[in-house]
Nanobody, 127 residues
């Protein structure tokens, strides 16, 4: 089992920044590819960003490329999502997820393929 706890969400004005954190406990964190998904009200849970278990590869959905950065600190068992130039359409609950030995894009693209989930943190971007 892997337990994931997100933090860092909140209310921010358009153009602002937030950094989300996801603290992991349980099994060996470095063996898991990590991803962020988001779910807006009335919509499906969508992929945002991912980082391979080795830390060597990162992936982003087109709408956040150049604005969001995913990173991981295996010593701290934590994955981060730095979000800059936020837009109202980024408003959603952001979820952290783990995939055992997740490495390539196809491992992360569907929420159903992830192994473990956090409970989410709400990000609200006002216009």
């Amino acid at each position: 089992q892997v337990q994931l706890v997100e933090s860092g969400g909140g209310l921010v004005q358009a153009g602002g920044s937030l950094r989300l954190s996801c603290a992991a406990s349980g099994r060996t964190f470095s063996n898991y590819g990590m991803a962020w998904f988001r779910q807006a009200p009335g919509k499906e849970r969508d992929f945002v960003a991912a980082i391979a278990w080795s830390g060597g590869s990162t992936y982003y959905t087109d709408s956040v490329k150049g604005r969001f950065t995913i990173s991981r600190d295996n010593a701290q068992n934590t994955v981060y999502l730095q979000m800059n130039s936020l837009k109202p359409e980024d408003t959603a609950v952001y979820y952290c997820a783990a995939k055992a030995f997740g490495r390539i894009w196809s491992h992360f693209q569907r929420a159903s393929g992830m192994d473990y989930w956090g409970k989410g943190t709400l990000v609200t971007v006002s216009s």
